[in-house]
């Protein structure tokens, strides 16, 4: 069972996923923020990290994605390369989330609700 090693990215401040998700932050940040961990050497950090750690899922805000990736292309060059756009949902809020999972992983289940493949 890979849920008390699994992590979870965040690119937006979303504190309650690692709560109910039960996962820790991924890449050593509690969440991507535009112009905080940006320099080339931070976001070289953050992708080492993300390579060393099993992140099966990253969830985005929709409409903050392109300001996002603007503002850490070497972290937006790895999801890219490791991630899949899985799905979009409000999760019943007012916000569009963009779910990503990661390609290199293979799902364990799938949560019929929302489509979404499941992870340990």
Same mark, same amino acid.
């Given at each position: 069972?890979? /849920?008390? +090693?699994?992590?979870?990215?965040?690119?937006?401040?979303?504190?309650?996923?690692?709560?109910?998700?039960? /996962?820790?932050?991924?890449?050593? @940040? =509690?969440?991507?923020?535009?112009?905080?961990?940006?320099?080339?050497?931070? @976001? @070289?950090?953050?992708?080492?990290?993300?390579?060393? @750690? /099993? !992140?099966?899922?990253? +969830?985005?805000?929709?409409?903050?994605?392109?300001?996002?990736?603007?503002?850490?292309?070497?972290?937006?060059?790895?999801?890219?390369?490791? *991630?899949?756009?899985?799905?979009?949902?409000?999760?019943?809020?007012?916000?569009? *989330? =963009?779910? *990503? !999972?990661?390609?290199?992983?293979?799902?364990?289940?799938?949560?019929?609700?929302?489509?979404?493949?499941?992870?340990?």
């Amino acid at each position: 069972m890979h /849920r008390t +090693i699994d992590r979870v990215l965040a690119a937006n401040f979303l504190p309650e996923l690692n709560f109910y998700s039960e /996962r820790g932050f991924a890449g050593g @940040q =509690v969440y991507l923020l535009v112009g905080w961990h940006a320099s080339m050497t931070d @976001q @070289q950090l953050t992708v080492a990290r993300l390579v060393r @750690q /099993r !992140v099966p899922v990253m +969830i985005l805000d929709e409409a903050s994605q392109d300001a996002t990736w603007a503002h850490l292309p070497l972290v937006a060059d790895h999801v890219r390369e490791h *991630y899949t756009v899985a799905a979009t949902s409000t999760f019943g809020g007012d916000r569009v *989330y =963009v779910v *990503y !999972v990661n390609r290199d992983l293979s799902p364990t289940g799938n949560y019929e609700p929302l489509g979404l493949a499941c992870f340990g």
